[in-house]
């Protein structure tokens, strides 16, 4: 009997990705992360968590508030993800739409458009934060410069 239940216990489950199908990218928060190499992972490289929302609301024609009824007992990582998911089944959608009528807009023409509000508003914290990181590390040049003095003086 004893031998039935260990046969039987379950076995621990380590789930390894293949880390060679994703790239470096950046959160909305300026960390860096692990992301698909795809169109719409790179277009939302550096958006918050609204701007993704205002982005997925432009592209699938649902209201920001309607998504974010759906998303929202979800932890940020998997809102961004979802939000993304539905972005490209837009971006396919409107592919799709161009093959059969060429005056249709594609996908990523579209998506670019979406994006262009947001890619200037993640640019912009991008600049400031690297300003922010020479600041800080001009002030700790400064400050081991003037430890280096006070002990060739001392």
């Not at 300026?30 to 968590?49: E, I, P, W």
């Not at 410069?145 to 006070?150: F, P």
């Amino acid at each position: 009997m004893a031998n039935a239940k260990e046969d039987t216990a379950p076995k621990e489950v380590r789930v390894k990705p293949d880390l060679s199908k994703y790239v470096k990218g950046v959160s909305g928060s300026g960390k860096k992360t692990m992301r698909t190499n795809d169109h719409v992972a790179a277009s939302l490289d550096g958006f918050t968590l609204d701007e993704c929302y205002a982005v997925a609301q432009e592209l699938t024609d649902t209201a920001a508030k309607e998504l974010r009824a759906k998303y929202s007992h979800l932890n940020v990582g998997m809102q961004r993800m979802n939000l993304g998911n539905r972005i490209r089944g837009a971006v396919a959608k409107a592919d799709k739409a161009r093959e059969k009528d060429k005056s249709v807009a594609s996908g990523a023409k579209l998506l670019e458009v979406a994006c262009e509000k947001p890619r200037a508003a993640a640019d912009s914290r991008a600049k400031a934060k690297a300003k922010k990181a020479e600041e800080a590390a001009a002030k700790k040049a400064a400050a081991e410069k003037a430890e280096k003095g006070k002990t060739k003086a001392a």
